[in-house]
């Protein structure tokens, strides 16, 4: 039941993107839809999941929004605090009042690829490695592996293009 529930937002995703700078390409719509599931899914992966923040994690990453109404794309810069902790600040519309951010690493190159921010219920007992911020709200980041070749398009980038600093 719990998977059921995280799976309501991303089933919200197939409407919007589709017709989302896609040229309404059901194939852009699907893999927005099953990228973002699969990521997400590796957080029941013991192993994928990152208890502490990865190093070369460049300046600025860009960001994807799942909200129930409302998705978008941002970007966040990208500091540490003195613990060695993440810190990122979101620039971009529709930052949601609650959720979490996970960082998306590539478990080949370990290069950071982007962060999802999800309007969703938090992991359970899963570390977080740091907070990203956006307007007032903080949430916790929380990271994972991914095979990024199996859950990105390159037809329809997940984290479209690179990184903008959208205020």
């Not at 099953?34 to 990521?39: E, N, Q, T």
């Not at 979490?100 to 490695?129: C, F, K, M, W």
């Not at 997940?158 to 600093?165: D, E, K």
Request: proline share 9%.
């Amino acid at each position: 039941m719990h998977s059921t529930k995280r799976l309501i937002p991303l089933l919200l995703l197939v409407g919007v993107a589709c017709g989302r700078g896609t040229g309404g390409s059901p194939t852009c719509g699907i893999a927005l839809l099953a990228g973002p599931a699969l990521i997400t899914s590796q957080l029941a992966n013991a192993r994928a999941v990152l208890t502490d923040p990865p190093r070369g994690i460049p300046d600025s990453l860009p960001a994807f929004v799942i909200q129930l109404q409302k998705n978008d794309r941002g970007a966040v810069i990208v500091s540490r605090d003195a613990e060695g902790k993440i810190s990122m600040q979101f620039r971009g519309p529709a930052f949601p009042p609650r959720g979490y951010g996970l960082l998306v690493v590539d478990d080949t190159s370990q290069r950071a690829t982007g962060v999802l921010i999800l309007d969703q219920e938090e992991p359970a007992n899963h570390p977080s490695i740091g907070t990203i911020v956006g307007g007032g709200t903080a949430l916790n980041l929380y990271g994972v592996r991914v095979d990024w070749v199996s859950v990105n398009n390159p037809r329809c980038p997940l984290f479209g293009g690179p990184a903008s600093q959208t205020s």
